[in-house]
Nanobody, 119 residues
């Protein structure tokens, strides 16, 4: 069964860093595209960053310059490096991806990982 498993969330003080990972498990050929979203308590889910097969990335204005999305094709893993974290970055972070499977493309979503930024 193909799934996305997120890890790397936790508690960090303002100005700190975290790296989130989103690993695709199962029989896949590649990750075509991926994205990270987040949802803070009482707020709507918002897009944070995305990456497509050619490596092009895009970011929400609120995180530009502080957050970087990348991927390791050999490990079938997408990362979200978060620096200079602020309390407003506190949220559950979700990854999603379009995977290339032997039977064709398929979308998958992760279960979410909590990031808390607080002093």
């Amino acid at each position: 069964q193909v799934q996305l498993v997120e890890s790397g969330g936790g508690f960090v003080q303002p100005g700190g860093s975290l790296r989130l990972s989103c690993a695709a498990s199962g029989t896949i050929r590649s990750i075509n595209s991926a994205a990270w979203d987040r949802q803070a308590p009482g707020k709507q889910r918002e897009g944070v960053a995305g990456i497509i097969s050619g490596g092009r990335t895009n970011y929400a204005d609120s995180v530009k310059g502080r957050i970087t999305i990348s991927r390791d094709n050999d490990k079938n893993t997408v990362y979200l490096q978060m620096n200079s974290l602020k309390p407003v970055d506190t949220a559950v972070y979700f990854c999603s991806a379009v995977l290339s499977l032997p039977m064709g493309p398929a979308a998958r979503w992760g279960q979410g990982t909590q990031v808390t930024v607080s002093s």
